[in-house]
């Protein structure tokens, strides 16, 4: 029996593989790359928020941020309520520490909604529309925020 016919499909086996390898790896690293993007835009958002906020606003508005990457991990991972056994998205620990930064009413008000992660930019940019009176201060908040709902909206 010859070991032709073998030798040139390991060949195209071994071709293919690598293909779908350097494929694969291409998709985690635009991943990467975007979150990566994202990590960033919530950080100067937060520093913005910081800076330009002040009282009860500033502390709601900087929660805001930062729970938002993890509701946007969850809605992007399509994962659906009966995945935990709690019936949650979060474990009771995750849960606890983001009503902790939240509080009861935003939490209740985030779990009826279908979108979460467009509920909370949407409770952000109106933060900002109502603690922005210096049209600069403003122009500047309301550019980067543009450019952080660009990430994961594209069309903006």
């Known amino acids: 029996m010859s070991t032709v016919p073998h030798s040139l499909a390991a060949g195209a086996l071994s071709l293919l593989l690598v293909f779908r390898t350097n494929s694969a790896y291409d998709r985690f690293w635009e991943g990467r790359k975007l979150w990566g993007k994202l990590v960033n835009m919530t950080r100067e958002l937060a520093r913005l928020g910081h800076t330009f906020l002040t009282g009860l606003d500033r502390d709601h508005y900087l929660a805001l941020v930062a729970v938002f990457p993890a509701f946007l991990l969850q809605h ?4 659906e309520n009966t995945k935990r056994p709690s019936g949650g998205l979060f474990s009771e620990k995750q849960r606890d520490a983001i009503e902790g930064l939240l509080g009861h009413n935003d939490m209740e008000l985030l779990w009826k909604t279908r979108h979460r992660p467009f509920t909370i930019t949407k409770m952000m940019g109106a933060i900002v529309a109502k603690g ?16 952080f709902l660009s990430l994961y909206i594209p069309s903006l």
Do not use: N, S
């Open 76 to 79: 992007l991972q399509g994962t």
């Open 132 to 147: 922005f009176t210096d049209p600069v201060r403003a122009k500047c908040l309301c550019t980067r925020f543009r450019a």
